[in-house]
């Protein structure tokens, strides 16, 4: 069915079809609908996806996140350098695994951690570094991967955006000790919600599942299969961060059908750029060489200094036009409660200030029809039109 114009295009909604349907509904009649065998079979597949052998589903790519932090065997205070520009998950985490969250300006064009900040951030107290691979886009892993071997760090990749991305032919999410990612709604593969990890060698994945799972020394399938009751020990004070077959069922097909969606956000990223490059908005900037950049987000840079408004006029507009956004992100050095706990000012990191209140993302999914991104073309272009004929 064709959208009206006059019907609100939501910024972000997942493409369900009917396998997910039926695979949900045969999950319900199996009677298991906890974890099991289907939570099984979509860490096997992601694992072959990501060109990898271990994988741990879990319940969030926030626990994922939490997990691999107390994996890597950090003591509290430690310090653990990320990115401004990343939602407040990537810090929370930090903070709940009881280490110190330090932050490293972004490169201005990229919108990535800058590798040159990040040695500038290093103490005597760091002992990981978090990059976040913003809206898809790789960070600089070269660099990365020679600063934590120079200083002896970790690297623990949030990929919350980056599902389908590579640097140089190798798989994010590959190049540390665990890499984590997010099936949240309007993730590129969904499973409503829920999270995988990635882990670099089969202890990690074994400390992983075993403390998302409360310490239990053996999960649920293994204890109530048809090979017999297992009794389990509690071996530490873990988690209830599982995912469910429910969960898996959805996502076992959202990764059968990554590697199409992935083409279809190419073609609509392209569609973007090019009806959108004689507006005097910012663009994303162009995949960086030997990359493959998962096309999650779709931002613009709204500079009133050459729009004409700034970015919440903008959003007005847009949404008059019935057009909804997203922003990804507010940056964390804005965000109250970080100001008081850590004493972080905007001031010190500028590009990231300047990112995150000038930052608004478009509407960006495979749901989307070519009329739709028309009409996003279109609102887009009225909406800064306006400003310039007010002004």
């Known amino acids: 069915m064709t959208r009206s114009k006059d019907e609100f295009l939501p910024f972000g909604a997942p493409y369900i079809g009917e396998e997910e349907i039926d695979e949900v509904v045969a999950c319900l009649r ?18 072959a996806y990501r060109r990898t052998a271990r994988a741990v589903a879990v319940s969030s790519c926030t626990a994922a996140l939490h997990l ?19 939602f407040c998950a990537t810090v929370n985490a930090i ?6 969250p330090v932050l490293a300006d972004v490169d201005p064009v990229t919108q990535n951690i800058d590798p040159q900040c990040v040695e ?13 691979h913003l809206a898809g886009r790789p960070c600089d892993m070269d660099a990365l991967v020679a600063i934590a071997q120079r200083h002896d760090l970790e690297i623990i990749e949030d990929c919350a955006h980056a599902t389908e991305a590579e640097f140089r032919g190798q798989p994010l999410g590959t190049f540390g000790a665990f890499g984590c990612f997010s099936f949240y709604v309007t993730k590129n593969m969904t499973t409503a919600e829920g999270g995988m990890v990635l882990a670099r060698d089969t202890a990690g994945q074994e400390r992983v599942k075993m403390l998302s799972l409360q310490g239990l020394s053996r999960d649920a399938w293994n204890r109530f299969s048809s090979d017999g009751y297992k009794h389990y020990e509690v071996v530490d ?13 959805i996502g076992i097909h959202q990764l059968h ?11 609509l990223w392209d569609r973007y750029r090019q009806a959108l490059s004689e507006v005097p908005v910012g663009l994303p900037a ?8 998962a096309r999650h987000l779709f931002t613009l840079q709204v500079d009133p200094d ?73 609102a887009v272009t009225a909406t800064i039109r306006s400003s310039t004929v007010s002004g």
């Open 237 to 249: 004070c873990g988690f209830k961060y599982n995912m469910t077959d429910l969960q898996a069922a």
């Open 306 to 378: 050459h729009c004409g408004m700034d970015r919440d006029a903008f959003m007005r507009g847009m949404n008059a036009r019935h057009i909804g956004l997203g922003i990804h992100y507010a940056g964390l050095p804005d965000q109250p409660y970080y100001q008081r706990q850590f004493g972080w000012d905007p001031a010190d990191f500028p590009h990231a200030t300047r990112i995150s209140r000038q930052t608004v993302s478009l509407p960006f999914s495979v749901r989307l029809s070519d009329e739709d991104a028309n009409d996003v073309v279109e």
């Open 30 to 47: 199996s009677g298991w609908i906890g974890k099991g065998p289907r939570v099984d079979r979509l860490e096997r597949d992601f694992a």
């Open 120 to 132: 500038d951030c290093i103490t005597s107290r760091t002992r990981a570094i978090l990059p976040v």
């Open 286 to 293: 162009p995949p960086a060489y030997n990359t493959r950049h």
């Open 257 to 267: 059908r990554l590697e199409a969606n992935w083409h279809r956000r190419v073609a």
């Open 68 to 86: 691999s932090l107390l994996s890597i065997g950090l003591k509290p205070g430690d310090e653990v350098i990320t990115s401004p520009m990343t």
């Open 95 to 100: 903070i709940h695994a009881g280490l110190t």
